[in-house]
């Protein structure tokens, strides 16, 4: 049986939305963020060593990173479910999102996280210095790319509902993490709303809810 060892408010909780998808039996292991730094515990370095959720085990297999971990899963698991043809339009389109999640969209919105907490937590007498600093990176680089993927984003969902085409697949999966941290910092429902649409598609469904139940309590950071 999968064991799923699940960092609370992180991107684990895709992971068990994708097994709930497939219906295959797991276990959830929880693990809660240390409360002064929000970072993952010292525990999860006993099953892999950067100590990162989210990670799998499996008959003594141990699987990091949630791409590879979605990969792992759809290729000995999934019976051809959720992920479109091999040589169809919809396959390069699967394979394109489901390595943007990470490779692309979510640096973009973890660099904003880290630039926000060195301009509030900096010391009082270089807060001028670290407030100018991440608003130059934020005006010059973080804010005109996150608005470039936002519409790329926006753009390709008005192709088809799911981001590989007409049926959900492993790459919405995986873009459902980016669009829900898209949306604790932008009104999706007033400039995306196409975006909007896919998280209420992807939050409605059963296999989507059930996953939070096994989860516990889910709320990104801002």
């Known amino acids: 049986m999968i064991t799923v060892h699940h960092l609370e408010n992180s991107r684990s909780q895709r992971i068990l939305w994708l097994l709930e998808e497939l219906g295959l039996e797991y276990e959830v292991k929880r693990y809660e963020r240390d409360k002064t730094t929000s970072l993952a515990p010292p525990e999860l370095k006993k099953i892999h060593p950067l100590g990162k959720s989210p990670v799998i085990s499996e008959d003594g297999v141990v699987v990091a990173e949630t791409g590879a971990i979605v990969e792992y899963v759809i290729e000995k698991h999934g019976g051809g479910r959720l992920i479109p043809p091999a040589g169809t339009p919809e396959r390069?389109?699967?394979?394109?999102?489901?390595?943007?999640?990470?490779?692309?969209?979510?640096?973009?919105?973890?660099?904003?996280?880290?630039?926000?907490?060195?301009?509030?937590?900096?010391?009082?007498?270089?807060?001028?210095?670290?407030?100018?600093?991440?608003?130059?990176?934020?005006?010059?680089?973080?804010?005109?790319?996150?608005?470039?993927?936002?519409?790329?984003?926006?753009?390709?969902?008005?192709?088809?509902?799911?981001?590989?085409?007409?049926?959900?697949?492993?790459?919405?999966?995986?873009?459902?993490?980016?669009v829900e941290a898209a949306a604790v910092r932008t009104d999706l429902e007033t400039e995306y709303p196409r975006l909007r649409a896919f998280l209420e598609r992807v939050q409605a469904r059963p296999a989507y809810r059930k996953a939070l139940e096994r989860g516990g309590p889910y709320q990104l950071m801002g």
């Open 92 to 178: 390069l389109r699967y394979t394109y999102w489901l390595h943007a999640a990470e490779g692309t969209v979510m640096p973009l919105f973890v660099m904003t996280l880290i630039f926000n907490r060195v301009e509030t937590a900096s010391p009082w007498i270089i807060r001028p210095i670290a407030k100018g600093i991440a608003s130059q990176v934020r005006a010059a680089y973080l804010g005109p790319n996150v608005k470039a993927n936002l519409d790329y984003m926006e753009a390709e969902l008005e192709k088809s509902a799911w981001f590989a085409g007409g049926e959900l697949t492993a790459a919405d999966v995986m873009m459902s993490f980016p």
